[in-house]
């Protein structure tokens, strides 16, 4: 079993709709959360952490699931810049407290 | 704002050279990763260092080796390339956390 798991997409979506991400996570110890976005043949870029007690930044949502380890995204009035891979991160101490495992991302189409 | 930077975007080599990848970051982080990515692979962790002259194997260490003489640099060596390493490589710094990450260097071994 993958250590971080995802749905690989692509997720197509109009203009303006709301679409969410999910991720599901192996070890039940990570501490930290994190989405994280790439373009095309572009670097992984913080997009933003996941707090315990969810969290919102402009559109975007995350909320955390420790129970059933998982990690959510909700993207609001989504727009054309949105299109582009979506990385779902987790660390925990058994994996090394500073290293991070990455998902393999999902993808999101936006179009007009 | 962090800022790494890898020495090259897109680096041609051929098999059996000594190839080596340079990072360098502006914000005094104490741990820095190297990783590579490939397409539905994910990026897998390659090595990593905590400190100066400190580094640990990750996921993926073989024909790998890495260098950390000073702080702000971390170096990554491909001992003797093969076709199989050739990916982009993505650097990525972090005091502990997030990490940031360089541009990537997109290494094609032929």
């Known amino acids: 079993r993958k250590e971080v798991e995802q749905d690989p997409g692509p997720f197509n979506v109009p203009e303006g709709a709301t679409v969410a991400f999910n991720c599901t996570y192996s070890?039940?110890?990570?501490?930290?959360f994190f989405w994280y976005r790439q373009d095309c043949r572009k670097e992984p870029k913080l997009l933003m952490s996941v707090y315990s007690s969810g969290n919102e930044d402009g559109r975007f949502t995350a909320q955390l699931n420790r129970a059933s380890q998982y990690i959510s995204l909700l993207i609001r009035d989504s727009k054309l810049s949105d299109s582009a891979t979506y990385l779902c991160v987790v660390n925990g101490r058994d994996t090394g407290f500073q290293k991070l495992v990455f998902g393999t991302g999902t993808r999101l189409l936006v179009s007009p | 704002d962090v800022k790494v930077t890898q020495s090259s975007r897109y680096l041609v080599k051929r098999t059996g050279e000594k190839v080596f990848l340079e990072c360098v970051q502006d914000m005094d982080h104490e741990n820095m990763f190297w990783y590579r990515q490939d397409p539905g692979l994910g990026l897998r962790l390659i090595y990593f260092s905590y400190d100066v002259k400190m580094k640990e194997k990750g996921d993926i260490p073989e024909g790998y080796s890495v260098s950390r003489e000073k702080k702000e640099r971390f170096s990554l060596i491909l001992e003797s390339a093969s076709t199989n390493q050739t990916s982009m490589y993505l650097c990525a710094s972090s005091f502990p956390q997030p990490q940031h990450f360089g541009d990537g260097t997109r290494l094609s071994i032929l």
């Open positions: 070890n039940s110890a990570s501490q930290s």
